[in-house]
């Protein structure tokens, strides 16, 4: 399954006249006696040769892509891909019921599901909108009670889920929820203390409320089977006794990733006990306000050169930057170093990226200014992937890095891939010099804080800087634009991005035809999210013949009326259209603040809340 489950769930194909045949080299054949007094042996159902062919087949073929389109070949081929995956993807909740997928997909193992769409990162969605995970977990309950593995994004998760996790899937071994919110330690101190094969339990920026229990403590006793326990983003203070026990006892622990609340003499103790780490969130990274002023530090320096398999480090919530030479001893093995939370200077990054040959995937905050990007550019000759986010993201302040630093990096990176980068102030020149560079991007991501900003050395447009990478990059698949741009920008993205699938667009463009441009030539788009652009029911209303073909369009802040979401909704029955106000706005506007629109084998949602109007 791909991004959601296909619109042939309902209209099977009948199986090609090709395919309708006898053969006497099945694996499983039916001895009979003939006429003659002669033993003769009779073939199987032709479509059963088929799925047993196909069945050894189809366990090889992992890409959830070609299984969907191995899936629409025919009713053999639709029932066999069915039968035969264990690991189910649905990128929108709401695409299809719960009752759909486990009556489908008998055997999975492993589930996949995402809720609420990225901009609900930004605060543009209201609390409580929906993405429940209640019914999906009741259902899998009673159809699949051997899943293993759950990962969950942008869902709400109560803690009575996690307790019907925890009884329902007797062998269940991954957690991961990665921006979730609706849950606090009683659930997991409930799920934990009952998953007693629990491998995985991956917290990542979702929000955990303190319902004072111990959760740590909760986990069983005797020898631990987990491999990655990460909870750096919970809020509060844990139980370090009983977080030091666990660790002790989990000896096939690889990932380890602490919240602010670990001091670094904490993370020596933890170390010391897991020196087998291979990703490591270093907590605080500064000592404890109630460490004695006569204690003598630990070795830290020791302690890190000890973990020798350690290739991915981040954390640094509350870094004193006189601790950081006792990670000089890892770096030249790291691959992925993360300082996003780490609010460092270049002179003090240099020492530690000068050893960084290997480093792959690098994210920092912009205190390192464009000097540490040349430091970085001078070194990492591997680096695939690179973000850079502001410590002040307001639109007027003045952003440390610019088109120098980028520029530098695509000099001296020449490999890379992937570029989030956050910045005031940009040229034409450097977004060109990228595309050249680095022709191997797949994801191009570049923020350009300030609304409306121009190429700030020739006051041009960046609509030249944009067309070069969509021109030059010929693997990208997604991209975020900002700063001045016309509609001469999205002609470029129109013409030349035939890959993009996702495409974030912010205060950009000049009219209808901008929009327009990208729905009629972006075949592959998956993934529109707009806000604050001039877009209108016009703009809109061109997507009609793509938009059965998406997983979502996002428009907030633009210039669509409530009529022309209906034109759309009666136009397109299939499609979800879901007009949303904000939570304190009772009657809706002639002109819609936010449109959010989906595709689905369901139809309309039962769940909406009062400030969604389904169309």
Same mark, same amino acid.
């Given at each position: 399954?791909?991004?959601?489950?296909?619109?042939?769930?309902?209209?099977?194909?009948?199986?090609?006249?090709?395919?309708?045949?006898?053969?006497?080299?099945?694996?499983?054949?039916?001895?009979?006696?003939?006429?003659?007094?002669?033993?003769?042996?009779?073939?199987?159902?032709?479509?059963?040769?088929?799925?047993?062919? $196909?069945?050894?087949?189809?366990?090889? $073929?992992?890409?959830?892509?070609?299984?969907?389109?191995?899936?629409?070949?025919?009713?053999?081929?639709?029932?066999?891909?069915?039968?035969?995956?264990?690991?189910?993807?649905?990128?929108?909740?709401?695409?299809?019921?719960?009752?759909?997928?486990?009556?489908?997909?008998? /055997?999975?193992?492993?589930?996949?599901?995402?809720?609420?769409?990225?901009?609900?990162?930004?605060?543009?969605?209201?609390?409580?909108?929906?993405?429940?995970?209640?019914?999906?977990?009741?259902?899998?309950?009673?159809?699949?009670?051997?899943?293993?593995?759950?990962?969950?994004?942008?869902?709400?998760?109560?803690?009575?889920?996690?307790?019907?996790?925890?009884?329902?899937?007797?062998?269940?071994?991954?957690?991961?929820?990665?921006?979730?919110?609706?849950?606090?330690?009683?659930?997991?101190?409930?799920?934990?203390?009952?998953?007693?094969?629990?491998?995985?339990?991956?917290?990542?920026?979702?929000?955990?409320?303190?319902?004072?229990?111990?959760?740590?403590?909760?986990?069983?006793?005797?020898?631990?089977?987990?491999?990655?326990?990460?909870?750096?983003?919970?809020?509060?203070?844990?139980?370090?006794?009983?977080?030091?026990?666990?660790?002790?006892?989990?000896?096939?622990?690889?990932?380890?990733?602490?919240?602010?609340?670990?001091?670094?003499?904490?993370?020596?103790?933890?170390?010391?006990?897991?020196?087998?780490?291979?990703?490591?969130?270093?907590?605080?990274?500064?000592?404890?306000?109630?460490?004695?002023?006569?204690?003598?530090?630990?070795?830290?320096?020791?302690?890190?050169?000890?973990?020798?398999?350690?290739?991915?480090?981040?954390?640094? /919530?509350?870094?004193?930057?006189?601790?950081?030479?006792?990670?000089?001893?890892?770096?030249?093995?790291?691959?992925?170093?993360?300082?996003?939370?780490?609010?460092?200077?270049?002179?003090?990054?240099?020492?530690?990226?000068?050893?960084?040959?290997?480093?792959?995937?690098?994210?920092?905050?912009?205190?390192?200014?464009?000097?540490?990007?040349?430091?970085?550019?001078?070194?990492?000759?591997?680096?695939?992937?690179?973000?850079?986010?502001?410590?002040?993201?307001?639109?007027?302040?003045?952003?440390?890095?610019?088109?120098?630093?980028?520029?530098?990096?695509?000099? +001296?990176?020449?490999?890379?891939?992937?570029?989030?980068?956050?910045?005031?102030r940009m040229t034409n020149a450097?977004?060109?010099?990228?595309?050249?560079?680095?022709?191997?991007?797949?994801?191009?991501?570049?923020?350009?804080?300030?609304?409306?900003?121009?190429?700030?050395?020739?006051?041009?447009?960046?609509?030249?800087?944009?067309?070069?990478?969509?021109?030059?990059?010929?693997?990208?698949? /997604?991209?975020?634009?900002?700063?001045?741009?016309?509609?001469?920008?999205?002609?470029?993205?129109?013409?030349?991005?035939?890959?993009?699938?996702?495409?974030?667009?912010?205060?950009?463009?000049?009219?209808?035809?901008?929009?327009?441009?990208?729905?009629?030539?972006?075949?592959?788009?998956?993934?529109?999210?707009?806000?604050?652009?001039?877009?209108?029911?016009?703009a809109l209303c061109s997507g009609?013949?793509?938009?059965?073909?998406?997983?979502?369009?996002?428009?907030?802040?633009?210039? $669509?009326?409530?009529? +022309?979401?209906?034109?759309?909704?009666?136009?397109?029955?299939?499609?979800?259209?879901?007009?949303?106000?904000?939570?304190?706005?009772?009657?809706?506007?002639?002109?819609?603040?936010?449109?959010?629109m989906y595709r689905s084998l369901?139809?309309?949602?039962?769940?909406?809340?009062?400030?969604?109007?389904?169309?």
């Open positions: 399954m791909s991004e959601q489950m296909s619109d042939d769930d309902e209209r099977q194909q009948s199986p090609p006249s090709d395919l309708d045949f006898t053969s006497n080299k099945a694996r499983t054949c039916i001895v009979t006696g003939s006429v003659s007094g002669h033993t003769e042996f009779q073939s199987p159902y032709p479509d059963q040769v088929l799925e047993n062919v $196909l069945e050894n087949v189809l366990h090889f $073929l992992t890409s959830r892509r070609d299984r969907n389109t191995a899936s629409l070949v025919c009713k053999s081929w639709y029932r066999v891909e069915a039968l035969t995956r264990s690991e189910l993807f649905i990128g929108n909740c709401y695409a299809v019921s719960p009752a759909r997928a486990t009556a489908r997909f008998t /055997r999975v193992r492993a589930l996949h599901l995402k809720g609420r769409p990225r901009f609900a990162d930004f605060n543009l969605m209201p609390p409580d909108w929906g993405a429940h995970f209640n019914p999906w977990v009741l259902a899998f309950a009673k159809a699949c009670p051997w899943l293993e593995k759950v990962y969950l994004k942008r869902m709400s998760v109560t803690d009575d889920d996690l307790a019907t996790l925890a009884e329902s899937f007797l062998g269940f071994k991954e957690l991961v929820l990665v921006c979730c919110d609706g849950f606090g330690t009683s659930g997991l101190s409930i799920f934990v203390s009952k998953c007693r094969q629990l491998k995985v339990l991956d917290l990542i920026e979702s929000e955990v409320s303190d319902d004072e229990t111990d959760w740590i403590l909760c986990f069983p006793e005797g020898e631990s089977h987990l491999e990655s326990l990460i909870f750096d983003c919970v809020e509060y203070p844990i139980n370090f006794e009983a977080l030091e026990r666990l660790v002790a006892r989990s000896p096939s622990l690889k990932k380890l990733k602490l919240n602010r609340y670990v001091s670094i003499g904490q993370l020596y103790r933890l170390m010391v006990q897991a020196p087998q780490l291979t990703h490591l969130g270093t907590g605080s990274f500064s000592p404890s306000e109630i460490a004695g002023q006569g204690d003598q530090e630990p070795d830290y320096v020791t302690a890190f050169a000890a973990c020798k398999s350690l290739v991915c480090l981040s954390g640094f /919530r509350e870094i004193i930057p006189d601790y950081l030479p006792a990670i000089y001893p890892i770096c030249a093995n790291l691959t992925s170093l993360n300082f996003s939370y780490a609010n460092i200077t270049a002179e003090q990054l240099k020492p530690i990226i000068s050893n960084c040959h290997k480093l792959q995937v690098f994210w920092v905050l912009d205190s390192i200014c464009d000097e540490g990007l040349q430091a970085v550019a001078a070194t990492c000759k591997e680096l695939r992937e690179l973000r850079v986010f502001p410590v002040d993201a307001r639109e007027d302040s003045d952003g440390p890095v610019s088109e120098v630093g980028f520029q530098a990096i695509s000099e +001296g990176c020449r490999k890379l891939q992937s570029i989030l980068y956050f910045c005031q450097a977004v060109i010099a990228m595309s050249r560079n680095c022709p191997d991007l797949v994801v191009f991501r570049l923020c350009i804080m300030g609304r409306h900003r121009p190429d700030h050395v020739t006051g041009e447009p960046m609509d030249d800087g944009f067309g070069a990478i969509v021109m030059n990059c010929k693997k990208l698949t /997604r991209l975020a634009v900002s700063g001045l741009l016309t509609d001469k920008a999205f002609d470029y993205i129109g013409r030349y991005g035939k890959l993009v699938r996702t495409l974030s667009v912010a205060f950009a463009g000049d009219s209808d035809m901008a929009l327009k441009y990208v729905l009629e030539g972006c075949p592959q788009l998956q993934k529109l999210e707009i806000r604050d652009s001039p877009f209108g029911d016009a009609l013949h793509h938009y059965y073909n998406m997983r979502f369009l996002w428009m907030s802040s633009c210039r $669509l009326t409530y009529q +022309g979401c209906q034109q759309i909704a009666r136009a397109m029955p299939r499609l979800v259209v879901e007009v949303i106000r904000s939570a304190d706005e009772e009657e809706m506007d002639v002109c819609v603040q936010t449109l959010y369901e139809g309309p949602r039962n769940d909406a809340p009062k400030f969604v109007t389904i169309l």
